[in-house]
RNA sequence: GACCCUUUCAUCUAGUGGCCAAGGAUAUUACGUUUUCAACGUAAAAACAGAGGUUCAAAUCCUUUAGGGGUCGCCA
């Protein structure tokens, strides 16, 4: 039987960064068995569904390049399939109709409270034949076990079960006969063909009422995984207040999705040594059962220093088209690819890349303080005026950054200076700033023209 | 409150009774390289939550305490 996971995220806000990860496990499942990853939007809840949430959630799967397999399913276009199973099980007497109103069952959790018991349905109405009482709309609950054990494998967890008096006759349809989470979820799982789902350990006390679900229907139960939370740093509930939680703010911060599925599929799971995963190598490697059962702290220096590692590994045409994103378009420049070997390994975001390009790009407005006072001293003046002259009696080509660095060698050998005497001048004049980009490769990518341009308009403020 | 899950360096993790006086990665610090900043290279520092057991031998098995997380809806 070929393998199906699923996501079923709730259209009620973003794509959050730990549904990514789950999401990314049930892909990895799928794609490493040659199976399907289906996607289906949980909306049965009318009043607090969104389309914009579900387009939000739908984009950022675009985003990350994982893509499901089929129609996406959404559950509110199945009431009717729900409601023939649940005729079904009231007709085969495997559920029944509950009068109880909200107020009796607020007051039956209080008094379980007091008592400190968990709080659970007592079952009075799952025998009831009398006359129901006027005026309820009666909500409609399926008939769970009563002893034994309800127990099933995780395949994170390892065995998992609970006493059967823990699972209470729950509701499976409310008054207004809209069918409810668990239900749902337990038919379209099983009607859906899953054969391994996939979720977080939010859902481990779920799974036996949905186990009910199944027994009731007479469905095939699949394996589960539950994946725990990822927390924040300081090991608690990730928040917003923590960073980016919407996974699409990665992208606005400048990301590869490279580097944050690989920073994803470390949390919770590991192969021996490694770091580094391309997809392919996740595909291969990736088995739910080596999930671990812990919880993972998120911190983002890993993130950070995968977003490096990518930014170094990608062609320059990719990351020129990457880059429109963040107004750098640098796609038809003539020296593109000097210009991104320069500065590629200088930013670690794409934020900080377009950063080091608009450098070099726009010849700068204003000196850094600091680095005039550092460089812009002595004999700067004269340096850079020499420099100035050699560039503009020099006979061979400068178009390569080892032409130009041969100018400054000869000047560097005919002064009898140290390299710092013309590098930092010459880095003020030509970026603005003490930091940035070889120069060598600076000035190859400006041109004699510009270079000596900028050269002599710093040199105009040097008094 | 009840029930459940979980616990290795600051963080992600390797580890399934002897190969572990615990390995890798990130972050940190130092040094090297460099005209600068990065990148890169080398090195340092850094953990088995505590207490009891079982065993010739325990990070690994058992008990227990503590910390963290989750669930107890006519929400999903």
New binding site residues.
């Given amino acids: 039987m070929s393998t199906v996971t699923r996501f079923?995220?709730?259209p009620?806000g973003y794509l959050h960064i730990g549904g990514l990860r789950t999401a990314l496990f049930s892909w990895l499942t799928a794609k490493h068995n040659n199976g399907k990853f289906l996607l289906r939007i949980?909306?049965?809840?009318?009043?607090?569904n969104s389309e914009e949430a579900k387009d939000a959630i739908l984009k950022a799967f675009e985003w990350v390049g994982m893509s499901h397999d089929g129609e996406v399913v959404y559950?509110s276009k199945r009431f009717d399939l729900y409601k023939t199973y649940i005729d079904q099980l009231l007709e085969e007497g495997k559920a029944y109709k509950?009068?109880?109103?909200?107020e009796e069952?607020a007051a039956l959790?209080e008094e379980?409270?007091a008592?400190?018991?968990?709080?659970?349905?007592d079952g009075r109405y799952r025998d009831f034949t009398g006359t129901p009482p006027e005026g309820?709309?009666?909500?409609i609950r399926i008939k769970a076990p009563q002893e034994g054990r309800i127990s099933f494998v995780d395949g994170?967890?390892?065995?998992?079960?609970?006493?059967a008096k823990?699972v209470?006759d729950?509701?499976i349809?409310?008054?207004?006969g809209?069918?409810?989470?668990?239900f749902?979820?337990a038919i379209d799982d099983a009607l859906m063909g899953l054969t391994d789902v996939i979720r977080?350990?939010?859902?481990?006390?779920?799974t036996p009422?949905q186990i009910v679900v199944y027994n009731a229907l007479g469905f095939k139960i699949p394996n589960f995984y539950?994946v725990?939370?990822i927390?924040n740093?300081?090991?608690?509930?990730l928040s917003k207040r923590d960073g980016a939680t919407d996974v699409m703010e990665y992208k606005t911060m400048g990301y590869l999705p490279e580097a944050l599925l690989n920073?994803l599929v470390?949390?919770?799971?590991?192969?021996?040594?490694?770091?580094i995963f391309s997809l392919e190598e996740m595909i291969n490697l990736f088995d739910p059962n080596?999930i671990?059962?812990?919880?993972?702290?998120?911190?983002l220096?890993?993130?950070?220093?995968?977003n490096?590692?990518y930014i170094?590994n990608t062609s320059n045409e990719k990351l020129a088209e990457m880059l429109k994103d963040f107004g750098v378009d640098i796609a038809g420049h003539d020296k593109l690819e000097m210009l991104l070997d320069a500065t590629k390994?200088?930013?670690?975001t794409l934020v900080e890349l377009s950063n080091?390009i608009n450098l070099i790009l726009h010849a700068p407005k204003a000196y850094d303080e600091k680095a005039v006072k550092k460089a812009f001293k002595g004999d700067a003046k004269a340096i850079l005026t020499d420099f100035i002259a050699m560039l503009q009696t020099w006979e061979k080509p400068l178009h390569l950054?080892s032409d130009c660095?041969a100018v400054?060698e000869k000047l560097v050998a005919d002064k009898e200076i140290?390299?710092?005497k013309?590098?930092?001048p010459?880095?003020v004049s030509l970026?603005g700033?003490?930091?940035?980009?070889?120069?060598?490769?600076?000035m190859a990518i400006l041109g004699v023209d510009e270079t000596i341009t900028r050269i002599e308009r710093a040199v105009t403020t040097i008094e």
């Fill in positions: 079923a995220p709730s009620t949980e909306d049965t809840d009318m009043a607090r559950q509950c009068y109880m109103s909200k069952l959790r379980q409270m008592k400190k018991e968990r709080t659970r349905y309820i709309a009666p909500v994170v967890k390892g065995e998992f079960s609970v006493d823990e209470d729950f509701v349809a409310r008054a207004d809209s069918p409810t989470y668990n749902v979820v977080g350990d939010d859902h481990l006390y779920n009422k539950h725990a939370m927390n740093e300081q090991g608690k509930k920073f470390r949390l919770g799971w590991s192969h021996g040594d490694q770091e080596d671990n059962k812990s919880s993972s702290n998120y911190n220096d890993k993130l950070l220093w995968l490096a590692h170094k390994e200088r930013g670690k080091q950054p660095h400054m140290g390299f710092g013309i590098g930092m010459l880095r970026l700033s003490m930091t940035g980009a070889g120069m060598d490769e600076v």
